[in-house]
């Protein structure tokens, strides 16, 4: 299983609508990525209530799984640009992205 880590910053000042993310972006991932085989997306939002304090080094982390690299290729290759695109509307974060393997400990 492949995973797709997308990590947005809590940086200081930093615009990020959750309500947008929420209603729109994660929808319109899941509509154009669960075809090409995208078999989950969660996410995880920070809950530390104090802005300032240090834990909250990502406001948000995404995950998205798919079965292998080649479905995962696909699927970005596909509509990859399109999502990108979208972020500039819910947040002025670039994310960091990482992928990999997932693996069981």
């Known amino acids: 299983m ?8 809590g940086e200081p000042g930093a615009r990020f609508d959750l309500e947008y993310y929420t209603s729109r972006h994660l929808p319109l991932v899941r509509r ?11 996410y995880v ?3 530390v209530p104090d802005t300032s304090a240090a834990s909250q080094l990502f406001r948000l982390v995404a995950e998205l799984r798919f079965d292998d690299r ?14 990108q695109a979208d972020i500039a509307n819910f947040t002025d974060v670039a994310p960091i992205i990482i992928i990999g393997e997932l693996m069981l400990a």
């Open 70 to 83: 080649d479905a995962m290729n696909k699927a970005l290759e596909a509509h990859g640009a399109e999502t």
């Open 45 to 47: 939002k920070d809950s």
């Open 2 to 9: 492949i995973s797709v880590l997308v990590l947005y910053a």
């Open 32 to 42: 154009l990525l669960e075809p090409l085989g995208m078999r989950s997306l969660t």
